[in-house]
């Protein structure tokens, strides 16, 4: 069988992570958020040494990196050859600058895509990301697509205390061969500029039809 699958997407620090985050625990859904899963592995890549810029290195090297999201307190935990990253880890800023060049590399989009597709036997999702509803799940009925402009998500992701390139991932992310960030077909867009998170939150909730709650 399988599970209802929320699917969420939208530029870097549209705030989708913490609006499926927040709808996920009201839901009683598990989240998923697949930006780690890129993350833990440009992390693991870094470890070697290698340049991000080099797509053969990248691929050849990235094969030997296991990556695993086991879930806990209704969230997956990414971890890389058993052990479990920090959010430090994940969003440092050589993480930030390399992420997207190794997020290009079909090889490494196949892996990610296939695990992420095997967590919906585990219950039903919210999962956020660039591809979600586009490529992992385009079948779901539940796709939405969470943008706000240039400056906002600039301001947002300063306010966190990271140096972070938005607009240049955006760039890279949306002009990629593999996978690049779309609206997905049937996607709801929320642009949540004006919003507030909570705001955000109860925008997704009004445009969802009614589904089984698990609390
Ligand atoms: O949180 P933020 O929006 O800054 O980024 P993220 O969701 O953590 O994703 C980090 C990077 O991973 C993105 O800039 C993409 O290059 C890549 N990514 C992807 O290619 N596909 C996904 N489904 C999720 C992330
Ligand atoms: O996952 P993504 O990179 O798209 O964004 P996020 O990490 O969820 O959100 C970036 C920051 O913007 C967080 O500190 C959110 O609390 C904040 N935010 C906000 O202030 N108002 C919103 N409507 C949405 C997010
Ligand atoms: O510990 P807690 O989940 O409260 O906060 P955190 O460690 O700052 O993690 C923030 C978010 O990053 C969580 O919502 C997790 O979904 C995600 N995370 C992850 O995906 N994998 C990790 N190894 C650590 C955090």
Redesign the pocket.
Known sequence: MMNTVITID?P????????ARILAQRLGYIYVNT?NMYRAMTWAVLQTGIDPNDMDTVRSTAEGILIDSPVADGQTQVSVNGRRLTAEDLNSDPVNRGVSLVARVPEVRARLVADQRALSSLGPLVM?GRDIGSVVFPDSPLKFY?DASEEVRAA??Q??GHTDQVAERDRLDSTRKASPLVIPEGAVVID?SH???E??VQAVLDRLPAIPVHP
């Open positions: 939208g870097a620090a549209s705030g989708k992570s913490s609006v930006g956020e969470i947002r992701r306010a966190q949540n919003l507030t998170l705001g955000a």
